[in-house]
């Protein structure tokens, strides 16, 4: 992962801001977060894909404009749901940051518990 106090502001989700997210989250615990920022980055790449389609393939503009429409919308469906699971994690700091570190330390912690060394 990289610099552990590294943030990441709330409305620059980019892909390699999710990377991140799922880098800092990586542990045996709980992937909630990185689980839902691989999700997205799928989404994201379905929506580029299909809209690549409506070039190769006119006949079917339609169509592949419906599928892009609806991928923006469980895109951002799925964005609302990971800001809603940071808040309630307390994973953003006063900022509207994501804070990498307190999701690399919420992991660690919860991985320990379940183990038994906390």
């Not at 620059?12 to 992937?31: G, H, K, N, P």
């Not at 006949?59 to 309630?88: F, G, N």
């Not at 994973?91 to 060394?117: C, P």
Request: glycine share 2%.
């Amino acid at each position: 992962m990289s610099d552990s106090s590294e943030t990441i502001d709330l409305s620059e989700l980019s892909d390699e801001a999710l990377l991140e997210i799922c880098r800092a989250a990586e542990v045996i615990a709980c992937e909630c977060p990185g689980y839902l920022a691989r999700l997205l980055r799928q989404v994201r790449t379905f929506r580029s894909y299909t809209t690549s389609c409506i070039e190769q393939f006119p006949s079917d503009a339609e169509t592949h404009l419906w599928l892009a429409e609806r991928a923006t919308q469980v895109e951002d469906i799925l964005l609302q749901t990971m800001i809603e699971l940071m808040q309630k994690e307390d994973l953003i700091n006063d900022n509207q940051q994501v804070s990498l570190d307190r999701l690399s330390e919420r992991a660690r912690a919860t991985m320990l518990k379940q183990v038994g060394m906390s």
